[in-house]
T-cell receptor, first 116, second 112 residues
């Protein structure tokens, strides 16, 4: 089956510091990876979409300078939250997709970021 | 732009009750439609999809039928269990097929 792992599951960082999170697709090749943030007040905020052979596309209010993403191969992606502040708190989800499994995204358990 | 609307923020039922969670969408063409379920402390799990008008998706006793006329994809289950308590998200594959757009979610509470 299609499995997506995310690491770490939880992390705490001091305000103004940065942290990196990883996403691993197992059992399929992730031709596209979407990073979302889920907070109690909002549903899924799409941060950026990374598709093989295309530039990473960031949504409005999210930038590469703040959330740099690496998608070096079809099974791995990472995202860093640079200079984190309170408003960056939330559950960061990685959704991976491959055409052979339809249009849906398969999600990892998320990385919960707490900023002190 | 494309969007998904779930009218119920919370639904409370007793075990063996019939469940309906409403989902309406706005998009051009025939977007793929999905239901996801999210349990506390976990990421959303894919339940099922439907890709064309009148197609029924189903999984684990849940089902929904793609209705282009009413632009709806309502989730139903004949008899809910306490273990079905979770947040349910309706979603669509946008006109950019790589982008998935989620509704705000419906929190289902099933009382024993």
């Amino acid at each position: 089956g299609a499995l997506v792992y995310q690491y770490p599951r939880r992390t705490i960082c001091k305000s103004g510091t940065s942290m990196r999170m990883e996403c691993q697709a197992v059992g399929f090749q992730a031709t596209s990876v979407a990073w979302y943030r889920q907070s109690p007040q909002k549903t899924f905020e799409l941060i950026a979409l990374s598709t093989v052979n295309s530039a990473i596309k960031y949504e409005q209010n999210f930038t590469q300078e703040k959330f740099p993403i690496s998608h070096p191969n079809l099974s791995f992606s990472s995202m860093t939250v640079l200079n984190a502040y309170l408003e960056d708190r939330g559950l960061y989800l990685c959704g991976a997709r491959t055409p052979g499994l339809g249009y849906e995204q398969y999600f990892g358990p998320g990385t919960r970021l707490t900023v002190l | 732009g494309d969007s998904v609307t779930q009218t119920e923020g919370q639904v409370a039922l007793s075990e063996e009750d019939f469940l309906t969670i409403h989902c309406n969408y706005s998009a051009s063409g025939y977007p793929a439609l999905f239901w996801y379920v999210q349990y506390p402390g976990e990421g959303p799990q894919f339940l099922f999809r439907a890709s064309r008008d009148k197609e029924k998706g189903s999984s684990r006793g849940f089902e929904a039928t793609y209705n282009k006329e009413t632009t709806s994809f309502h989730l139903q289950k004949a008899s809910v269990q306490e273990s079905d308590s979770a947040v349910y998200y309706c979603a669509l594959g946008g006109t950019n097929a790589y982008k998935v757009i989620f509704g705000k979610g419906t929190h289902l509470h099933v009382l024993p």
